[in-house]
């Protein structure tokens, strides 16, 4: 079946450092891809829409300068939490519909924990 | 109003009965509904997924989808202590366009 593969699955970062997240569609091709960020005990929220080739679509209330979304081939999509603050440690999930298949396909989700 | 609401639970069954889990939608254009199952710490998967009115069976699950009353549900037959875990409704398309739109989800406990 379709696999997303996601990296890290966890990191600790300090204050103000940057973390990039990597979302790659390991046996088919995906133009897009999603984004969400869990919080404990709630459910996914939807960040942004990334594009291949095109500017990421954010969801209102993101900070598209924050969160900085890359999708520069048919097969990887980065999110880079730039200035990471305590508040932005979260479970980060990369999400991609594989053509063919119903539903979407979830990376394994990335912990990021910012001390 | 929340596009995908779901009762937070607890719910709880007992080994081997039938658990069931309702969800209801607001975007009456949505088109395709999905049952994902989320354990603690771990990402979502996917367990069914409708699109047509009635009810679709896969195993010990059957989705059921009842587009005018804005309402799907998921029962679980034979459930096992394995089956603990948060279980999300989402659904695609309306206003939403291509974005799969999650509900809060609820937490299932089997009881041994």
């Known amino acids: 079946g379709a696999v997303v593969s996601q990296h890290p699955s966890w990191v600790i970062c300090k204050s103000g450092t940057s973390v990039k997240i990597e979302c790659r569609s390991l046996d088919f091709q995906a133009t897009t891809m999603f984004w969400y960020r869990q919080f404990p005990k709630q459910s996914l929220m939807l960040m942004a829409t990334?594009?291949?080739?095109?500017?990421?679509?954010?969801e209102q209330g993101v900070e598209k300068d924050k969160f900085l979304i890359n999708h520069a081939s048919l097969t990887l999509s980065t999110l880079t939490v730039t200035s990471a603050h305590p508040e932005d440690s979260s479970f980060y999930i990369c999400?991609?519909?594989?053509?063919?298949?119903?539903?979407?396909?979830f990376g394994s989700g990335t912990r990021l924990t910012v001390v | 109003q929340k596009e995908v609401e779901q009762n937070s639970g607890p719910l709880s069954v007992p080994e081997g009965a039938i658990a069931s889990l309702n969800c209801t939608y607001s975007?009456?254009?949505?088109?395709?509904f999905f049952w994902y199952r989320q354990y603690s710490g771990k990402s979502p998967e996917l367990i069914m997924f409708i699109y047509s009115n009635g009810d679709k069976e896969d195993g010990r699950f059957t989705a059921q989808l009842n587009k005018a009353s804005q309402y799907v549900s998921l029962l679980i037959r034979d459930s096992q202590p394995s089956d603990s875990a948060t279980y999300l409704c989402?659904?695609?398309?309306?206003?939403?366009?291509?974005?799969?739109?999650f509900g809060p989800g609820t937490s299932l406990s089997v009881i041994p």
């Open positions: 990334s594009n291949e080739g095109s500017k990421a679509t954010y």
């Open positions: 989402a659904a695609l398309g309306g206003t939403s366009y291509d974005k799969v739109i």
């Open positions: 999400s991609a519909d594989p053509e063919g298949t119903e539903g979407y396909t």
């Open positions: 975007d009456r254009g949505s088109q395709s």
